[in-house]
């Protein structure tokens, strides 16, 4: 009677060239993604800076609704993440007042 065959781990993670070209092309997208979104909240992060430096003020999509401004509103996400990567990551600056000179309205139009 013959012993049965002992497969490696190995052999259950063969993939077809097929396989691995789909296994590239979702990794390559979901970097690209992310590249977008990182370059999205620093550019936004840097117009913020750059408005609140000339005396602005901005205001976050948690920050105003219905066209009011909310006293103490949160945000959604857990502090300790958005204390990590920076509000510019989770939210969408939708008010900017401007008092400052002409300088600043470069950086406004880096705002979706």
């Known amino acids: 009677m013959a012993e049965p065959r002992v497969r490696s781990g190995w052999t259950y ?9 789909v296994v590239v092309l979702l990794i390559g997208a979901g970097l690209g993604w992310m590249a977008r979104i990182i370059r999205s909240a620093s550019d936004q992060r840097d117009a913020v800076v750059a408005i609140r430096k000339s005396g602005g003020l901005v205001l ?12 103490g509103g949160a945000l959604w996400w857990p502090k300790w993440i958005v204390d ?10 939708i008010y900017v007042g401007i008092t ?7 950086h406004i139009g880096c705002l979706g």
């Open 84 to 93: 990590a990567l920076g509000v510019d990551y989770f939210s969408d600056a």
């Open 60 to 71: 976050y999509d948690w920050q105003w609704k219905n066209g009011d401004q909310i006293h």
């Open 13 to 21: 993670l063969r993939l077809s060239v097929r396989g691995m070209i």
């Open 100 to 106: 400052g000179s002409d300088s600043v309205l470069v």
